[in-house]
C-alpha cells in the first residue's frame, strides 16, 4: 500500500512542473487526496464496507470537490490536476499511468445496474471539462481534448476532441513520427497540444480549396462563351484567400498592435 501511495506521490513530480517537494504535494494537492482517500475506500467496499465507505468517499468530496465512487477500480500512478468537479462513476475503470483535469466527468448514460461507466486504458489524458459517458472502451495512449464528449469507443493512441468526439489523429501516424512529436511536445498538458490538428479548420480550409476549383472552371467556361461572341459581364468576386483557417503557433501577442477588419470586397455593376 505504501509503495502504491509513492508512486501517486512521484507521479505529480513527472506531470506538474509546479511541484515543488513531496510536503508540498501532500498538504496542498486536492488531486493527491482525493486519490488517496478512494484507496482507503475502495478497499472498504471491497471488504461490503460499503455504508462507511461512501461516507468518508462524501467528506473526500466536501473537501477536495472530487467525487470518486468507493467503487470504482483505479490503476497505479493516477493523477487529477486540480481537481475540482471531476466526477468517477461507480463502475469506472482506470488503466495505470492517466491523468484526468478538472472538470472531467467518467458518467454513465442509463439507470439500469450493471457495467454502466467507461473503461480507460493505461496512459490516457482527459482534458477540462470532458466528458467520456456509458460503458465505453477508451484504447491505451487516448488523448481527449477539454470539453469533449465522448460517447463510442476509441481505438489506442488516437485524438479525440469536439462535441461530439471526433478523431483527428493518431494510428496514421508512423511510429516513430508519434515517438518524435511525443519527445517534441513532452507531457500532452490538457489532453491538446499545438500540434493537433483542428478539424474544423481542415473542414473549412477543404470547402474553399473547392470553391476555388470551381472559379477556376467557371472562368474557363466564361473564356469560351467569348470566343464563341456570348456577351458575359466581368465580376469582381471576393478574395477568398484571407478566409482559410491556419493553426495558430503559440506565439506572443503584441498589444500595441492592432487589428482591423478586412474591407469589404467591391462589386462592378454589369
Known amino acids: 500500500m505504501f ?18 517537494n513531496t510536503f508540498d504535494v501532500l498538504t496542498t494537492y486536492p488531486g493527491i487526496h482525493a486519490v488517496l482517500m478512494h ?27 472530487i467525487e ?12 487529477i490536476d486540480h ?23 467518467l458518467g454513465g448514460t442509463r439507470w439500469d445496474k450493471g457495467k ?7 496512459n490516457v489524458v482527459i482534458g477540462a471539462g470532458a466528458k467520456v459517458l456509458g460503458p465505453i472502451m477508451i484504447g491505451d495512449g487516448v488523448r481527449i481534448g477539454s470539453n469533449a464528449v465522448v460517447l463510442k469507443n476509441v481505438s489506442a493512441d488516437m485524438t479525440v476532441v469536439g462535441v461530439p468526439g471526433r478523431l483527428v ?29 483542428d478539424p474544423v479548420a481542415t473542414a473549412v480550409n477543404g470547402i474553399l480549396d ?14 469560351g462563351l467569348k470566343d464563341l461572341g456570348a456577351e458575359v459581364g466581368d465580376i469582381n468576386l471576393p478574395d477568398l484567400d484571407s478566409c482559410a483557417l491556419k493553426h495558430v503557433e503559440n506565439k506572443e501577442i503584441d498589444p500595441a498592435v492592432e487589428v482591423h477588419d478586412s474591407p469589404e470586397p467591391t462589386q462592378k455593376q454589369t
Open 169 to 197: 489523429g493518431g494510428k496514421h501516424l508512423p511510429d516513430d513520427k508519434r515517438q518524435a512529436i511525443a519527445k517534441k511536445m513532452g507531457f500532452d498538458a490538457y489532453g491538446a497540444t499545438q500540434d493537433m490538428p
Open 39 to 65: 484507496r482507503l475506500t475502495h478497499q472498504m467496499w471491497s471488504m461490503g464496507l460499503k455504508w462507511l465507505a461512501r461516507v468518508f468517499s462524501n467528506l473526500a468530496r466536501w473537501y477536495t470537490g
Open 210 to 223: 473547392h470553391i476555388h476549383a470551381m472559379d477556376e472552371r467557371l472562368e474557363d467556361m466564361c473564356k
Open 116 to 122: 454502466r461507466h467507461p473503461t480507460l486504458g493505461n
Open 83 to 105: 481537481g475540482m468537479g471531476v466526477v468517477i462513476g461507480e463502475t469506472t475503470e482506470i488503466g495505470d499511468d492517466c491523468t484526468l483535469y478538472h472538470g472531467v466527468t
Open 68 to 79: 470518486i465512487h468507493p467503487g470504482a477500480v483505479i490503476g497505479r500512478r493516477f493523477f
Open 3 to 20: 509503495s502504491r501511495i509513492r508512486e501517486d506521490v512521484q507521479c505529480v513530480f513527472e506531470r506538474d512542473p509546479a511541484a515543488r
